[in-house]
């Protein structure tokens, strides 16, 4: 018998689902390349970015919570705190941007702010669409990812125009991020035919797919990138990269090569980073920054079950 081991750490699952969804919206493979012409397109070092901003953000449920109203109606809801930052690499990797949130959420109309004593901090009130576990858990996405594009428009300040922008995750939550491109690190969905979704498969490390483009209400432009230090599981280092859509083809197509020049350099080693090679260097050690941002987690469930109590 003849297997290969996924090099990902088992506690973070796999970075590629066993059976993946069929994409529900078109894509067109034949934006860059017709689809039956597609080979892989080597990386060009002359197109590096000298400097990258990476964006990316954290967050944590601190407490679930209960929301009565006047007329004694009961909602469900979580505070939960979240974090976001921008490392900056040149000479050096720098956080040049961070900044922490605190909020209750809730699909009830009676949220108000939950000041605590100790420590001295607020969360403030955000409505969730519904009370179900995911609408809460995107109204906090949704306020992290404003986060995210706050400190991203704080890093450019003092960044080279020609800076590349690289978005940990993907990039229709922080579309206000101008030319910024998105990596994905894990995969769940086929958004290719079978035939290019084992060429991507075979993608030699350092290489690319051409630009396609998916379609819906979130559409942008995407390809997929081979990062070096894979260990022959199916698709091992492979991430996909996605910008806007209202990038023309041409912009699209040349932040690809910018991205394919400059992006694999940063990619992670297995004996440092349980998510190697997608996990990049300054993703993580922003990752690990931001949570230690976030405060300690126990301090803060007794002050807000201390600020409960006191009503």
């Known amino acids: 018998m003849r297997f290969t081991v996924d090099p990902w750490d088992p506690s973070y699952g796999s970075a590629l689902e066993t059976v993946l969804d069929p994409s529900e919206v078109v894509v067109n493979a034949d934006v860059e390349v017709a689809s039956d012409r597609w080979t892989p397109i080597a990386a060009e070092p002359d197109l590096a970015a000298a400097t990258v901003l990476f964006v990316d953000g954290v967050r944590r449920i601190d407490a679930r919570v209960w ?31 961070a900044s922490v949130g605190r909020g209750v959420f809730s699909a009830s109309r009676a949220i108000r702010p939950i000041p605590t004593r100790f420590p001295a901090v607020t969360y403030l009130p955000y409505a969730a ?41 993907p990039i229709t939550n922080r579309a206000q991020v101008g030319g910024a491109v998105g990596v994905i690190k894990t995969h ?61 083809v041409a912009e699209a197509v040349a932040l ?28 993580g050690g922003l990752e690990r920054e931001l949570r230690r941002r976030l405060g300690d987690a126990e301090l803060l469930y007794r002050a807000l079950a201390v600020a409960s109590a006191v009503g």
């Not at 469900?76 to 040149?90: E, I």
């Not at 400059?262 to 004996?271: D, G, I, L, Q």
């Open 67 to 97: 929301v009565e109203d006047d007329d004694g109606g009961v909602e469900p809801g979580v505070c939960a705190t979240y974090a976001a930052g921008v490392v900056r690499t040149g000479e050096r990797a720098e956080v040049v941007a």
């Open 188 to 248: 769940a969905t086929a958004y290719l035919p079978p035939d290019l979704h084992r060429f991507v498969g075979g993608l030699p490390e350092g290489s690319r797919t051409p630009v396609f483009t998916i379609g819906g209400r979130g559409s942008r432009h995407s390809w997929y990138l081979r990062l070096p230090g894979g260990r022959g599981a199916p698709w091992s280092g492979v991430v996909r990269c996605e910008c806007s859509s209202e990038l023309v």
């Open 256 to 283: 690809a090569n910018r991205v394919g020049a400059t992006v694999p350099r940063f990619a992670s080693e297995s004996h440092k980073d349980p998510r190697a090679p997608q996990n990049l260097y300054p993703i």
């Open 129 to 169: 669409g519904d009370s179900t576990p995911e609408s809460l858990w995107l109204a906090i996405q949704d306020q992290m990812g404003r986060r995210e594009i706050e400190m991203a428009d704080v890093a450019r300040r003092d960044a080279p125009a020609d800076a590349l922008v690289v978005v940990d995750g």
